[in-house]
């Protein structure tokens, strides 16, 4: 048996049961009679529905339902609301139009559910589908952010000018543009942040069932945490929240996809009300890329002002942000304050505004996707800063140093009234630079050059801020089989959450690794919790689990006490026993639980030692780090390779290093794939998805990564009493400005000084013929 608590770099307690087969996934559950759900999809961007023919569908053999959206209106099923409204400008609202989880009038993007097909079995429902006949008009679509809110383009809503959702500002805009006034040197510049499918290994997937005698959902499904998503179908379904329960079982990466609620979770709850028997749905994967929340799709400028010696004075930016053809749960907040709360980064600046637009087109809706604004901030200010380098002819390293916030002036409060409480920047730049032999670059570039190739060398400094929830739930309870059960609020979605909560409930607690068991995904046994997303989990939960684990502690010399007959101030906790300080006398925490739950069980008057609480989340963590990527251009073809990768994290205190480092991997990974690989294409005029499949759409694969070299500094976070700081997100923060920087450092002697994501052979080719 093995105690092990924190700073080491345990072996991930689930991987066993994963990796043998013994996951639990949505699509693995089938209740007895489970029908079988498939979603009718628009193939237009943009059409007027003027009538649903189902009768030949009816009549294929196992087809039971068939539901549009005027059955749904008919069962009192509303409008799926977002999460999320924001002030624009002028102080009015947002726009937030209806999102049906049906379309009824019109369809508004390539994928839109238009009818729901229920059945015996997958293969009818399928066939059930491909009989359904829609009498579509097909209309004038935009899907081009760039041309979305020009005068005469199509409107995606009637009721939105110019395609606009928001107009929002944040920030000092007057004293922004007095400080422009008197700057040395202003540095421009243009950027696409490309838009992302996010293609988690498991697709998303739903099994609803609904107890007429009760009146209660039963909903089985892969998510970020069940709590929002059990509100949202009780706003939905005009009922007590109290009426769903929803039940997480494992789930296949989520990257912020998957926290949110979706039209087909609405679906298969009315489809098992209606029918009386459990409904089943589960996406295919080109259902998945047309259907999943995207990411990204930003088109932002920014303006930095620099004074005679190169400091930065203020800056500007004005991001245009696709929403797609609806708001889904949290989207208006991911480009405002999600992303401009890190915009001035770790940088010395006073003064800084941003005005973000957000756009309705034709396109699948844009939310959450690793980072949530915080990679497209990092990734805008730091291409900014190696342009204006080179503008003003100093080193883009010297000018960092010179511009960083220094570790004897935190905290510090930034432009957007964030405060930065710990970090020591210089250190974490230099520890990057030595890692990656940065002054040995010249000599490689030779070598390369030698080879017919070009090489190039960028950096990106990144800062990220953590976010979710006010406050975390945990729960301890004593178990009859001598287990430790753990509830938490948040949901693993493969981040190694239960080795971590293990560690840190084995180091509190004394007890044997192998007698924790993590609890999570459950509404009803977990009443309340804040989910996963915003790299909140472990800086969230870790506070909930320090506190009931103290709870636990204060019962137990009170319970310790009573078995031991001795007073409580006398009782002491150490190494996993309650002993009575100064003598040999003790009682080993699991057997004074069961001891305990054996009077109660008796009928005697004794103290249990389970405990629960809420832990308040008063700040956000600031982990931050440098990314350095290297890469090798063949000027023939265009084709980038990274050849080598380095990174240095501040993340505070480390629970478990190796996760912690598999986590950067996955990130660097992503990031990556964006900035070298993945494009999502629309045809311009019929608005159809081009890159709909892994044929077309370039996730990265293992030959296009290199080995990704990662060190840790750690400086403790001052706001929580673990001292982390977030770690689930950084790797796709800081990657996309490294890599994008490393090529145009390589380009750049050939004339080529603007490239945006993704660079594939084909643009690198085409920037260097341009140039």
């Known amino acids: 048996m093995t105690k092990f608590g924190t700073a080491q770099s345990v072996r991930r307690v689930e991987d066993p049961r994963l990796l043998q087969g013994r996951g639990r996934y949505t699509d693995d559950i089938a209740p007895p009679g489970v029908l079988h759900a498939v979603v009718v999809r628009s193939p237009h961007a943009h059409a007027r529905i003027g009538g649903i023919d189902s009768e030949a569908a009816r009549r294929v053999p196992g087809v039971v339902g068939i539901f549009t959206a005027a059955d749904l209106a008919a069962g009192g099923v509303g409008a799926m609301p977002c999460e999320v409204s924001l002030k624009n400008r002028d102080g009015s609202k947002n726009a937030e139009p209806p999102r049906p989880?049906?379309?009824g009038d019109v369809a508004k993007y390539v994928g839109d559910g238009v009818a729901l097909v229920v059945a015996e079995t997958?293969?009818?429902?399928?066939?059930?589908?491909?009989?359904?006949t829609v009498d579509y008009d097909v209309l004038a679509s935009i899907t081009d952010l760039s041309r979305a809110t020009e005068e005469g383009e199509p409107r995606v809503w009637e009721g939105s000018a110019r395609n606009i959702c928001f107009d929002w500002e944040i920030g000092d805009r007057a004293a922004t543009e007095a400080a422009f006034g008197k700057a040395s040197h202003v540095s421009r510049i243009q950027v696409v942040n490309n838009r992302i499918v996010v293609c988690s290994m498991e697709t998303r997937a739903a099994v609803a069932q609904y107890d007429g005698a009760t009146g209660r959902w039963t909903l089985e499904t892969c998510t970020q945490g069940g709590w929002l998503l059990k509100s949202h179908l009780a706003k939905v379904f005009g009922v007590d929240a109290e009426r769903f329960h929803v039940l997480t079982p494992d789930v296949g990466g989520g990257f912020g996809m998957k926290a949110f609620p979706y039209p087909e979770h609405v679906l298969v709850c009315f489809a098992a009300r209606r029918l009386g028997k459990a409904v089943k749905w589960t996406a295919e994967r080109s259902e998945a890329f047309l259907s999943d929340t995207h990411g990204r799709d930003n088109i932002s400028e920014a303006e930095l002002a620099l004074g005679p010696d190169g400091q930065f004075l203020a800056l500007r930016t004005h991001i245009v942000a696709n929403m797609g053809a609806y708001l889904s749960a949290f989207a208006p907040y991911i480009p405002t304050y999600a992303g401009t709360w890190v915009l001035p980064g770790v940088y010395q600046f006073r003064i800084a505004y941003a005005n973000v637009i957000g756009v309705f087109t034709n396109t699948t809706p844009v939310d959450a996707y690793r980072g949530a604004g915080r990679p497209e901030s990092n990734y805008l200010l730091e291409r900014l800063i190696d342009a204006a380098a080179a503008e003003i002819g100093i080193d883009r390293v010297a000018l960092r140093r010179r511009n960083m916030v220094k570790s004897s002036a935190l905290p510090w409060t930034t432009p957007v009234g964030k405060v930065y409480d710990s970090g020591?920047?210089?250190r974490v730049l230099d520890v990057a630079l030595t890692k990656s032999e940065w002054a040995g670059f010249p000599a490689r570039r030779n070598a390369s050059l030698a080879k017919g190739k070009k090489r190039g060398i960028g950096l990106a400094y990144y800062l990220e801020s953590t976010g979710g929830s006010p406050t975390e739930r945990a729960e301890i309870r004593f178990s009859e089989d001598r287990f430790v059960d753990v509830f938490v609020g948040t949901q693993s979605n493969g981040q190694g959450h239960e080795t971590a909560y293990v560690q840190l409930t084995s180091e509190r607690l004394g007890?044997?690794?192998?007698?924790?068991?993590?609890?999570q995904g459950d509404t009803d046994q977990i009443p309340e919790g804040g989910g996963t997303g915003g790299a909140r989990s472990l800086y969230s939960e870790g506070q909930a689990i320090l506190a009931t684990t103290a709870s636990v502690i204060e019962k137990g010399r009170k319970a310790a006490s009573e078995a031991l007959e001795a007073a409580a101030e006398d009782i002491a906790f150490e190494d996993g026993s309650f002993r009575i300080a100064g003598t040999d006398r003790a009682?080993?925490?699991?057997?004074?639980?069961?001891?305990?739950?054996?009077?109660?069980?008796?009928?005697?008057?004794?103290?249990?030692?389970?405990?629960?609480?809420?832990?308040?989340?008063?700040?956000a963590t600031f982990p931050n780090g440098c990314h350095i990527a290297e890469v090798e251009i063949d000027p023939q073809t265009g084709v980038v390779d990274v050849v080598r990768y380095t990174v240095a994290d501040d993340f505070g205190r480390l629970v478990n290093p190796m996760i912690a480092r598999g986590q950067v991997h996955g990130g660097v990974a992503q990031g990556i794939g964006q900035a070298a690989n993945e494009l999502t294409a629309y045809d311009r005029e019929s608005g159809q998805l081009l890159s709909g499949s892994?044929?077309?759409y370039a996730l990265p694969r293992a030959d296009d990564l290199p080995d990704i070299d990662v060190e840790f500094v750690e400086i403790p976070c001052k706001t929580n009493p673990l001292g982390v700081k977030g770690a689930g997100e950084a790797g796709s923060v800081g990657s996309t400005p490294a890599l994008i920087n490393a090529v145009i450092d390589g380009l750049?002697?050939?004339?080529?000084?603007?490239?945006?994501?993704?660079?594939?052979p084909e643009r690198v080719w085409r920037a260097l013929q341009h140039a």
Do not use: H, W, Y
């Open 101 to 103: 989880a049906l379309a």
């Open 122 to 132: 997958l293969n009818a429902a399928r066939d059930g589908a491909a009989a359904v």
């Open 424 to 426: 020591d920047f210089e």
């Open 511 to 519: 007890v044997e690794a192998e007698r924790i068991r993590i609890r």
């Open 587 to 619: 009682i080993e925490i699991l057997e004074l639980a069961a001891k305990q739950r054996a009077k109660v069980a008796a009928g005697e008057q004794a103290t249990l030692l389970d405990s629960v609480e809420v832990a308040p989340i008063p700040a």
């Open 694 to 696: 892994f044929m077309d």
């Open 748 to 760: 750049r002697d050939a004339g080529v000084t603007k490239l945006d994501m993704p660079a594939s």
